[in-house]
């Protein structure tokens, strides 16, 4: 077994858009890291009908090769036709180590691939450390209130998945690879499921990951009713709005200016938190910040670990004297 392999999702069939998961650079970034440390090459794979476009991306990474997997039955993803083109190929390549995006997909068929090899799937990885030589992944447990760390200790290659925003994609180093074409042994009869509608991943019409400066809100606000004192801050700084994810779960305000795991990645120049905690499932979404402001009445809270500057207050007092002082500023 040598080399790490990463197996990144790319949509190519005829029922809806096509395209890169975002998450698929995140988990390459992840791989060149770990590849580097393990002194083992990189590979990347994908799977699909059409790949002609994201063979000609993949030719640009900074890998020693990449796969795409084609055949007519991947066209539209299954479980089925996915599991067993990866096992092929991996059975093919014999890599150490079988790295994914924690995606849905990946979420639905990954497992079942790591079991074809007698393995699990150490599942939504934040962090991979090193040890011996060995790399060693680490998981939250209990929502966030543990971490944990894995290490494989069976004899077939070890799978793990990514979380959303626990690595950088745009530390993904740029290259010139060799992009071979796969095409695995499949047969209608081994699919027994019909693609259905696809999943759509949130909407995202708001691009928070090309924004310079955000402010955002969490539960310290306590009601729908108050975000707009928030909001006030954000127009006069002309910044854009967003939120941890009880204030979008409570459709407070839209899916789509979720910050953290499960919402968006940012690295805005300024990013203002008010009245959020600090659970690592945002912090993984907004570490990237170059400066943070966090505004909390409670100088214990996890955010002020991350926050180049702290205000401990309360957020009714803060944020609008805050506003007053950016209009006063600006002569408004
Ligand atoms: C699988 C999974 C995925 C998740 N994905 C995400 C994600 O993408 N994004 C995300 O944000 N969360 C996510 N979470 C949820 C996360 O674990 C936290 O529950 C959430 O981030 C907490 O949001 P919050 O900080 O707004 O609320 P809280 O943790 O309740 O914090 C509210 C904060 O407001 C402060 N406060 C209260 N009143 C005031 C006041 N008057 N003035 C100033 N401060 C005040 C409190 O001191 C407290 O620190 C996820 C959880 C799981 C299990």
């Given at each position: 077994m040598n080399g790490v392999l990463v197996l990144l999702e790319y949509r190519s069939g005829a029922s809806g858009p096509t395209g890169w998961n975002r998450m698929s650079w995140e988990a390459l970034a992840a791989g060149q890291e770990v590849a580097a440390e393990l002194h083992q090459p990189l590979m990347a794979a994908v799977a699909g009908g059409d790949l002609d476009a994201a063979a000609a991306d993949l030719a640009g990474k900074a890998l020693a090769r990449a796969y795409t997997v084609r055949h007519p039955l991947l066209a539209e993803y299954t479980a089925d036709g996915f599991t067993t083109a990866f096992e092929q190929l991996i059975q093919l390549v014999v890599p150490s180590l079988v790295l994914f995006p924690h995606t849905y997909q990946v979420r639905d068929f990954a497992p079942r691939l790591a079991t074809r090899f007698g393995q699990s799937l150490i599942a939504d990885v934040i962090a991979i450390g090193m040890e011996s030589r060995q790399p060693v992944f680490v998981r939250q447990l209990l929502q966030g209130k543990l971490t944990a760390d894995y290490v494989h200790t069976g004899t077939g290659p070890c799978f793990a998945s990514l979380q959303a925003g626990a690595f950088r994609a745009d530390a993904l180093a740029q290259g010139v690879c060799t992009v071979e074409n796969f095409v695995p042994g499949l047969?209608?009869?081994?699919?027994?499921s019909q693609p259905g509608e696809r999943f759509r991943e949130s909407a995202q019409t708001v691009d928070l990951s090309a924004a310079s400066l955000i402010v955002s809100v969490g539960r310290g606000i306590k009601e729908q009713g108050n975000i707009p004192i928030v909001q006030e801050l954000a127009t006069t700084l002309g910044a854009e709005l967003a939120a941890s994810r009880p204030i979008c779960d409570s459709g407070w305000?839209?899916?789509?200016?979720q910050v953290g795991s499960s919402g968006q990645t940012v690295s805005p120049k300024v990013y203002i938190a008010v009245?959020?905690?600090?659970?690592i499932q945002h912090l993984v979404g907004m570490k990237g910040s170059k400066a943070v402001i966090a505004i909390n009445k409670?100088?214990?809270?996890?955010i002020f670990e991350v926050a180049d500057y702290g205000i401990v207050g309360d957020l009714f007092e803060v944020v609008p004297a805050l506003t007053a002082a950016v209009r006063k500023a600006r002569g408004a």
């Open positions: 047969e209608a009869s081994q699919i027994r305000l839209p899916m789509e200016r009245g959020i905690s600090g659970a409670d100088e214990n809270a996890p």
